[in-house]
């Protein structure tokens, strides 16, 4: 085989791979567009609990089969809103871990940070770990919308509702 026939077989196979690799990234994208619009359209319930679950499952899928591709965050992180919706903290912090481990250059890497400190505290009651987590972002994100708001979760973490009520009223009293 010569190299002129190597280099044909090579871009031929490179060519073959690219387009079936197209063909399947457009069935992953058209089957997040129709269970979206399944999903997201029922606002009364978050739609069906089996339809969000696999809109969840098409944007981990899309993730893992094009790590790379920079749409794989953004489906990520809305893995992660409707996980957290359902009460699925475990998955939804996965998410907002992956994001922030392999996407340094998203721009809603704030809000992941601040959310997965949000699951923690709200959903697991971990507070320690929530407060960790607040705290690095304030201290990040300093000038964030939501500073002020991870700051507060830091001082009322873990109060009870009677307990905020109290510390409300009496700084009212003072």
């Known amino acids: 085989m010569n190299l002129r026939t190597l280099l044909l077989v090579v871009i031929s196979i490179t ?7 197209q063909k399947e990234i457009k069935q992953m994208t058209s ?5 979206e619009a399944l999903v997201l359209s029922d606002t009364s319930s978050l739609a069906d609990l089996a339809k969000a679950q696999e809109l969840i499952q098409a944007y981990e899928n899309y993730a893992n089969a094009l ?3 920079t749409i794989s965050a953004e489906y990520l992180y809305r893995a992660a809103e ?5 009460q699925m903290a475990g998955r939804a912090i996965e998410y907002y871990q992956r994001i922030l481990n392999n996407f340094p250059d998203f ?10 400190a949000f ?3 709200n959903q697991m009651q971990q507070y320690e770990t929530a407060e960790k987590l607040y705290l690095e972002f304030i201290e990040k994100y300093p000038d964030h919308p939501l500073a002020d ?8 973490m873990g109060k009870s509702l009677e307990e905020l009520i109290q510390s409300w009223e009496s700084q009212e009293n003072k």
């Open 31 to 35: 089957a997040i567009d129709e269970l």
């Open 82 to 86: 409707i996980a957290m919706n359902l």
């Open 149 to 156: 708001d991870a700051e507060v979760s830091v001082q009322n």
């Open 119 to 121: 699951v923690y505290e």
């Open 67 to 69: 790590p790379e591709d």
């Open 15 to 21: 060519l073959f791979w690219s387009c079936g690799n």
């Open 107 to 116: 721009d809603k890497r704030s809000y992941c940070l601040f959310l997965e």
